[in-house]
């Protein structure tokens, strides 16, 4: 028989034919994400699991689901998943690290500039009916002459200052570890600490992962912190920013404009998430620039991750060390 590999989401029809010469394959054919007792109903008796951002694999589901082996996560963040729990009981888990970097910094530089000119407010402005030709209105920030203070220098800040090099802003970065030279000399980078960094920059862009230190990165104290009337722009995780400071940072005027593409209440692992986007933000047009959490939705890109979560699930199931491996079971698991 051949093992059995459940998908909680829809996927590339590339994808279940890679996986189908091998596995029996479960689809989610529909849209939607599958709740957790119709995932659990499927994967009782699977041997492995591809995930994605609103599943989460906790000791619970993993007694739940005896006989599985590998948890093919098709993303780069994974703190909504148990990895002790998943070594303890013999279950590999694996992620995609790396191709999420480049859409993710161009969707960022896409909200900043949307945000800073109004582009959203000039489409419903010619939508509406009301533009009959040129008039001075909707006046902007641009970005030349001006301060972008990006907060983590990984994979994905790198990716946004190395495109925004040619931009001829100052560019700020607050990190624990520096840059090598050469890339600071080349993308015009200025290492400073944080306070220094939410102090002089006219945009703020956050790019950390969720943790316990991140939790609230940006709350009250560091908006009150930064220039008055700057923007801040967060499409790393919701929880780094506490949106009900950001309500009253934007009624205050101390932020000129919020734009993001993650919220709070997709964090489904934390207890005490909120369930809702603030209504103060939905309400604000002029001054926020929202997108549903499409950092990696370039066609090309998810079907390169879908594909890479399923290489490592057959990587996994042939016996072999995932190529995403991110840890090592006690003891593999016999189907």
Request: with cysteine; net charge negative; charged share 20%.
């Amino acid at each position: 028989m051949k093992p059995k590999v459940v998908l909680t989401h829809r996927v590339h029809a590339e994808v279940i034919e890679l996986l189908a010469a091998y596995c029996e394959v479960i689809p989610n054919t529909t849209h939607e994400s599958l709740p957790r007792d119709a995932i659990l109903q499927r994967t009782k008796d699977a041997e492995a699991i591809m995930t994605f951002m609103p599943d989460s694999v906790d000791e619970a589901f993993l007694r739940a689901c005896p006989r599985l082996r590998v948890v093919g996560c098709a993303l780069k963040g994974y703190d909504n998943y148990d990895v002790d729990a998943c070594t303890r009981h013999g279950v590999w888990i694996t992620n995609v690290p790396d191709l999420l970097t480049i859409p993710t910094a161009e969707l960022t530089i896409g909200l900043l500039i949307g945000l800073t000119r109004n582009v959203l407010a000039g489409d419903r402005f010619v939508r509406g009916g009301q533009f009959n030709g040129w008039r001075p209105a909707l006046y902007g920030a641009g970005l030349t002459g001006k301060t972008l203070g990006i907060i983590g220098m990984g994979a994905v800040g790198q990716a946004i200052a190395q495109r925004l090099a040619g931009y001829e802003m100052r560019m700020l970065y607050a990190d624990p570890l520096a840059l090598p030279r050469e890339k600071e000399t080349q993308w015009n980078l200025e290492r400073v600490e944080l306070a220094t960094l939410l102090a002089a920059s006219d945009f703020v862009v956050p790019m950390v992962p969720y943790g316990d230190e991140t939790l609230h990165m940006i709350g009250a104290g560091a908006l009150a912190q930064m220039k008055m009337g700057a923007y801040l722009i967060n499409t790393c995780r919701g929880s780094v920013v506490d949106e009900q400071a950001v309500v009253e940072a934007l009624a205050s005027g101390r932020l000129a404009g919020y734009a993001a593409d993650v919220f709070e209440m997709e964090e489904w692992a934390r207890p005490n998430r909120p369930h809702a986007i603030p209504q103060a933000l939905l309400e604000d047009p002029e001054h926020t620039l929202f997108t549903p959490h499409i950092g990696s939705a370039v066609d090309s890109v998810r079907l390169e991750i879908e594909l890479e979560a399923a290489r490592n699930i057959l990587q996994a199931l042939r016996g072999e060390t995932p190529q995403g491996a991110i840890n090592r079971p006690q003891a593999r698991k016999i189907a």
